[in-house]
């Protein structure tokens, strides 16, 4: 799939790049460059509707002049002379932040499962035949199920970081996603869900959420009727349903700079009790195999793995190197530094700060299924959410629709609710009553950061309004 | 390393070319040569600028420039694709393209049809939207100062915490060419501007967002007060500050014009893209000629207004868009379509087809959707019968099932309606629905529709998209 000479390719573009920056007299820069190439299949209406490829890369220059910073993007190595004046430019009519320059060079210890020659070696007809292993799997599980839409895909990326600091790194990445919208119409009624799974390995032919995706689509049929009426409620919320709430959320409220500039919900808590106090988050950024796992932050600092929250309490934040710098040189701050938190989606901009692999995790352990509902007892179990982009970040509000709901009395499952309306303010929940399930599982994107998180059963601080 | 062709005349914009017509021609044929009964070559250059102030100093200031290609080629009756930046190895992949496409093809069931295209006009030609001020000629000075007066109005309260403005724009060049002989080129520019602003009182903190953009260049920022946009910015979050969480259950809606327009693109645009009805994942399979909706309600999809942030002049199947009736009083009257789902149902193609960028092949889209205006005259004719209801404003964004027809959209802020009367402010308002019901409960529609702030539309590939409509009044919404 990746050209054997990949990254010597993007190497050798670096080098040019940066010994031009040399050249041009620039006291500092640093060149990223990614170069990706990847198989995809698309299925529509229970068939696969295309199959495609390609690749597609480029380069980042970011230059640092007496704390003022500027950044451009190309395809062209041969476009550097441009990229790099305009690059200038902008860091010319940027403000100085004392104290900020690019990160030096450091020692680095790899992070492994990151690349799987199996992914490498694959083609387009071992796709296509995963593609037809999964569509088989749906009709037998339900001769009913249809995977609607969705699709997989595998891919390998080759990326590089050079800086005037020493920083020389460079890796190739692998990836391998699959997603199916399975859809069950008959009986005037129609019920769906979508499922996913990705990683850095190679996937099983058949992963789990494959029967996932057709039982919920099954158990979400023949919806009862339910008081109602808009009540508080505990409420167990699927890892698939929750992830995307608490990727909103939480991540943002622990970046260092938004926690001294006011704009988070914890600003002013650090060292107090902030989650119930079995809680505890982590970001990873050194897990084996992690979906978002490097061993360089996206400015080349070492990554590290970094309690966030111990038992309940609020102990660290996620910082970038400019970042740090701004606050420090603002006032807001006495002290800060990266903690290798530096995160880019791609060339076409400066790193910015983010989570790698997240992870809250309880002193309690996990508990079965069925030990959260005989603790729920009477509740709902959420298994997803429409509207998740939609919560407040700033302040952890949200309202959200599911239709994909069960009503649960006396801890036993009663049926679907057709649909409802689900809001509240997740780190209020968070700070309550939790109980964590005993099955973790990961959603979220590779570059934005993934959540490793079980079920959550949140008993106080939602509301459920059906409708 | 990935790399890119200059425009053969070296004018990128206007009437510059980037691919080399008669290689493209000869690989087109080449495709045709191996079995392809269509082939296309779309490459798309994207020149843009994105800028970024925090508290006043400028954060982040990013020019670039992006180059895909994508040849899609239909074979045995299935698609092969590919993408790539490397514009110079693309004829090398016109074999193992058509191989994929028939690798897709020999895996149909015998029940299912093969892709075919409707028949459409096959046109040579260039099409260039001017902007009255081209936005690459707008130098980092000029953005700043735009940035800073907008910047500067949100900020004037001590309970503001910060204020994060952003500005966008984007010169977009697309050529097209096919095996039909389709061979065009067309481009446009849209420009952005917009605000964050964050605001404390004690442990209260909120935040509300503003936008303004549109289709064509600096004039679409100038065009704007930004010192109202901001001062306005500056209000809603203090009066957010002060709101209430909003009461749950089944009550009364009026929406303003941006809610309405998110509501109409979620509740009804998606479920009308005619490759999700095709794939069975819309509730409004089999629905067409049939009445859905009030008779009062009436929406179009139109990428042909100039300035709405989805104009487009030319699909991404090289057809020249126009309006689309998708709902006429009530009945729902067009699908959205491209060209394949045009013969799947036996339609006319009516140019629905878009892609992100030159790296993604096109589906199935809306543009600029919108409701039109009613017979009422204004906000408070709408709310004069509501003793208990809810009156939200601004869009947070939404989402849809389109295959259960169940939608979400969320407002930046709200007020409660009592006797008619707006009241007290709210915050965290969402509302809830389902498509073919709520459709029937718009009982209320100002007669001014016009479209609201821009917007940006996920469906695996993101595209900018405009909304809006009137203000419109729901009989009965799951507000929560």
């Known amino acids: 799939m990746l050209p054997d000479d990949a990254i010597d390719r993007i190497n050798d573009g670096c080098r040019t790049i940066g010994s031009f920056c040399t050249q041009e007299g620039v006291a500092q820069w640093e060149v990223v460059a990614y170069q990706s190439y990847g198989h995809q299949l698309d299925i529509e209406a229970g068939k696969i509707s295309l199959a495609a490829g390609g690749g597609e890369g480029g380069y980042g220059i970011r230059v640092v002049e007496e704390g003022r910073f500027g950044y451009a993007y190309l395809v062209d190595v041969d476009a550097a002379p441009n990229a790099l004046k305009q690059a200038l430019d902008v860091a010319r009519a940027s403000p100085s932040v004392e104290g900020f320059v690019l990160p030096s060079a450091q020692e680095a210890k790899p992070v492994s499962g990151l690349c799987d020659q199996r992914i490498l070696d694959l083609g387009p007809e071992d796709l296509l035949e995963q593609a037809d292993a999964v569509l088989s799997e749906v009709a037998s599980l339900d001769e009913r199920a249809v995977v609607t839409g969705g699709g997989l895909g595998v891919g390998a990326t080759a990326s590089a970081l050079l800086s005037s600091e020493g920083i020389d790194s460079s890796g190739i990445t692998t990836s391998h996603g699959l997603g199916v919208q399975v859809s069950i119409d008959a009986n005037d009624e129609l019920t769906s869900s979508y499922e996913g799974d990705s990683g850095r390995q190679l996937l099983p032919d058949v992963p789990s959420c494959i029967a996932n995706a057709v039982h919920w689509a099954q158990v979400t049929r023949g919806p009862i009727e339910v008081n109602s009426e808009p009540q508080d409620a505990p409420v167990l919320m699927t890892s698939e349903g929750f992830s995307p709430l608490f990727s909103m959320v939480v991540p943002t409220a622990v970046r260092g700079d938004r926690l001294v500039r006011n704009e988070s919900f914890w600003s002013g808590k650090q060292g107090t009790q902030v989650l119930a106090d079995d809680l505890s988050l982590i970001d990873d950024g050194r897990m084996d195999g992690g979906k978002s796992a490097s061993s360089r932050d996206g400015e080349g600092v070492p990554t590290s793995r970094q309690t966030i929250v111990d038992q309940g309490r609020l102990v660290g934040s996620m910082w970038s190197t400019r970042d740090a710098a701004q606050q420090v040189a603002e006032g807001r701050i006495e002290e800060a530094h990266s903690t290798g938190s530096a995160v880019r989606g791609g060339h076409q901009a400066p790193p910015g700060t983010g989570c790698r692999d997240f992870a809250m995790t309880s002193r309690n352990g996990g508990h079965t299924q069925d030990a959260l509902l005989e603790r729920m007892d009477d509740g709902y179990i959420v298994h997803s959410v429409m509207g998740a982009h939609t919560a407040n970040p700033t302040s952890g509000d949200f309202s959200v629709t599911t239709s994909t709901i069960l009503r649960v009395e006396g801890g036993s499952i009663l049926g679907p609710v057709k649909q409802a309306g689900l809001s509240g303010n997740l780190a209020q929940a968070l700070s309550k009553d939790v109980h964590l399930g005993d099955d973790v599982r990961i959603q979220g994107s590779y570059s934005s950061g993934s959540m490793h998180l079980p079920d959550v059963l949140l008993m106080q601080g939602l509301r459920i309004n059906p409708a | ?480």
């Open chain 2, 1 to 480: 390393m990935v790399m890119s062709a200059s425009p053969t005349d070296g004018h990128p914009a206007g009437t510059g070319r980037y691919l080399q017509q008669s290689k493209i021609q000869a690989a087109l044929g080449h495709a045709q040569d191996l079995g392809a009964s269509y082939a296309e070559v779309r490459l798309m250059a994207i020149t843009d600028s994105s800028v970024a102030i925090r508290d006043g100093k400028l954060e982040r200031a990013i020019p670039g420039q992006e180059i895909g290609v994508t040849m899609r080629i239909l074979a045995d009756g299935a698609w092969g694709v590919h993408s790539t930046t490397d514009l110079q190895s693309l004829p090398g992949q016109v074999e193992s393209t058509v191989r994929l496409a028939k690798a897709v093809a020999a895996r149909r069931a015998s029940k299912d049809r093969p892709v075919a295209l409707a028949e459409v006009p096959i046109l040579e030609n260039e099409v260039h939207w001017k902007p009255k001020k081209d936005v690459r000629n707008t130098d980092l000075d000029t953005k700043l100062h735009h940035l800073m007066t907008l910047h500067d109005s949100a900020a004037e309260d001590e309970r503001i915490v910060s204020v994060t403005c952003g500005w966008h724009d984007e010169h977009l060049h697309t050529e097209l060419m096919t095996s039909e002989g389709m061979n065009r080129v067309w481009s446009f520019q849209r420009s952005l501007i917009n605000a964050t602003v964050t605001g404390r009182d004690g442990g209260d903190v909120v935040s509300y967002r503003t936008r303004h953009g549109g289709e064509g260049g600096l004039e679409v920022i100038e065009d704007c007060d930004l010192g109202e946009l901001g001062r306005n910015a500056q209000v809603a979050t203090l009066r957010l500050l002060k709101a209430e969480r909003a009461p749950s259950g089944k009550l009364p809606l009026v929406a303003d014009r941006d809610l309405t327009g998110v509501y109409i693109h979620e509740a009804l645009g998606h479920p009308c893209e005619a490759d999700l009805v095709a794939a069975g994942d819309s509730c409004l399979d089999g629905k067409l000629g049939q009445t859905i909706g009030n008779s009062i309600v009436t929406v179009v999809d139109d990428p042909t207004i100039r300035g709405g942030y989805g104009a487009h002049p030319i699909d991404d199947e090289g057809l020249d868009t126009r309006e689309k009736c998708l709902i006429k009083n009530g009945v729902l009257t067009e699908y959205l379509n491209h060209r394949e789902t045009a013969h799947h149902f036996g339609i006319a193609p009516n140019a629905g087809a878009r892609a992100q960028d030159g790296l993604h092949h096109p589906l199935v889209r809306m543009s600029n959707t919108m409701i039109q205006g009613g017979t009422h005259n204004d906000l408070d004719e709408l709310m004069e019968d509501i003793e208990y209801g809810v009156y939200a404003c601004g869009s947070r964004g939404g989402q849809v099932d389109t295959g259960r027809g169940s939608f979400q959209f969320a407002a930046q802020e709200a007020w409660l309606i009592e006797n008619g009367e707006l009241t007290k402010p709210l915050k965290d308002v969402s509302v809830s629905g389902l498509t073919l019901q709520i459709l029937n409960d718009v009982d209320g529609l100002t007669r001014d529709a016009r479209l609201a702030a821009p917007g940006f539309c996920g469906k695996g590939q993101t595209v900018p998209v405009g909304d809006g409509g009137p203000i419109m009044r729901i009989s009965q919404a799951l507000v929560g």
